[in-house]
């Protein structure tokens, strides 16, 4: 289901977010997001965030489509942010 609100509640001021696969080798399981005025922009990689999000790789997917809770992987940093994106975003299991 797509929320047409996503695209803007999603857009910040340089807020941001790691997501980071434990299960993958050479960092091919990490992708950095940074929220800006224009949108968020997406990369492959690891920089410092404002929040990391750790577990497998399964676990991530499932928690960023709602089938798993956010609890099920290691949060480290603004637990709000995180939280907010994925209240946010526009993948929603149904």
């Known amino acids: 289901m797509q929320r047409s609100g996503s695209a803007h509640a999603i857009r910040g001021t ?7 696969a434990t299960d993958t080798a050479n960092n091919a399981g990490a992708w950095f997001i940074e ?4 949108g968020a922009a997406w990369k492959p990689g690891t920089q ?7 577990g ?3 676990s991530l997917l499932l ?3 709602r089938r798993l809770p ?7 940093g ?3 942010l995180v ?3 994925l209240d946010n975003t526009a993948h929603v299991s149904g």
């Not at 340089?14 to 980071?20: A, E």
Request: net charge negative; proline share 5%; no cysteine.
């Open 14 to 20: 340089g807020h941001t977010l790691q997501w980071l």
């Open 35 to 38: 929220r800006r005025p224009d």
């Open 48 to 54: 410092q965030a404002d929040v990391t999000v750790t």
């Open 56 to 58: 497998p790789a399964r």
């Open 63 to 65: 928690t960023l489509t």
């Open 70 to 76: 956010l609890t099920d992987n290691s949060v480290d």
């Open 78 to 80: 603004d637990t709000d």
């Open 83 to 85: 939280q907010h994106w």
